[in-house]
């Protein structure tokens, strides 16, 4: 990542980061933490039942703990966090409020770009709280926020993935819901990263590498490309977030580092990158699907390096998606990106998780089924 602050190009971009749960917060704070240290003007919320980290998160500039005597933990049980949430709308509707760049009917100039990102995931107040806060940005801002949610690995708890299950289908696709681009990450996957290592240390490092993830694409972004042919921007970087990108979207997170310069001048890197894209994307997915998007490419420039360009975007024919070429005097290959508004038909994760939602839905109900059959006998 270095390199690439090294050629910030200067504009204005501010981001709000919204961390949901124990998860969500933890994710959250290490981005906090890359972002303001590339200068980027960042607000920031911690939402979650109580101050329970460990070690503590400490980059948030404000925090909203909303448990109770009779609430400290969730135990996964999305819809106890939810009323408890909407019990205390107000209050959180106010703390919302702080971190935002912008509200309804403001005029806002088309050079002030401004993100709002929530970050959760499936345990109970990852997902409620994911859901009511979407909702209410989405009232004040008028635009739906942008969620980036892990999905919860094949073994999970199935209450976990009946939350996971919930909580997608209405951020982005109940016709209540706020609408919102999804951002997923798969768990599973990025665990398999880190089989060599203890679970603990294997989340860890999974939260910090979807942290870092998001941030250098984010970065990447900010690079001034002045290749005549493909020199998008941060517009079309936050172009892929808006409505239009209603759906699911991945990040993609490529690199590659040759021994010499001809060695990386010579590469098809678009051979490259979709051959390695189930490893460095966040999600198994036909990305070609993809609606929106924007791709920043940064490596030593060829002849042959726009011919690469396009043979990429080329594969994107059913949407619309942006890139960037840079050229860099290392013997590096670095795409970043995101492509948003794929329909859940083309990604497989999203049917397993709403496959075992709805099982263990169905789990409850028989068992709640049987109970009120059941007759009490007291001697």
Known sequence: ?????????????????????NAGCRIGDRLIHL????????KSLAVN?????????????????????????????LEKVFKELSQNESQLRDQIEKVLFYKKHERRDEEDLALHLIVGSGGGTGSAGAMKI?????????????????????NEPSLVQYNSARALYYLGFDFQGPKCPIILFDNDKLLRLFKEESIEVALEKSNEFLADSLTTTILAALQESVHEEFNAGLTDFFHSFTEEARGLGVIVSLDK??????QAQSIRFSDLFFNEIDECSSLTADITRAK?????????????STFETRKIVKKFERGDIKASLNSIDEPILTIRGVLTGIHPDYVGRFWEVLEKG??????????????RQAHLQID
């Open 35 to 42: 972002l303001r240290e590339s200068r980027i003007t960042v």
């Open 358 to 371: 709805r099982d263990s839905r169905k789990k409850v109900l028989e068992s709640e089924e049987k109970l």
């Open 292 to 304: 929106l998007g924007f791709l920043a490419i940064s490596s030593p420039t060829t002849y042959q």
């Open 1 to 21: 990542m270095s390199w690439l602050k090294k050629k910030l190009f200067r504009k204005k971009i501010s981001i709000a980061v919204i961390g949901v749960g």
């Open 134 to 154: 979407s909702k209410i940005i989405a009232e004040l801002t008028g635009t739906p926020p942008t969620v980036v949610f892990v999905i919860p690995e094949k």
């Open 257 to 262: 580092e040759y021994e010499t310069l001809e």
């Open 49 to 77: 039942l109580t101050d329970n980290f460990a070690p503590k998160v400490n980059n948030f500039s404000d925090h909203y703990w909303f448990g109770s005597k009779d609430i400290q933990s969730s135990d996964y049980d």
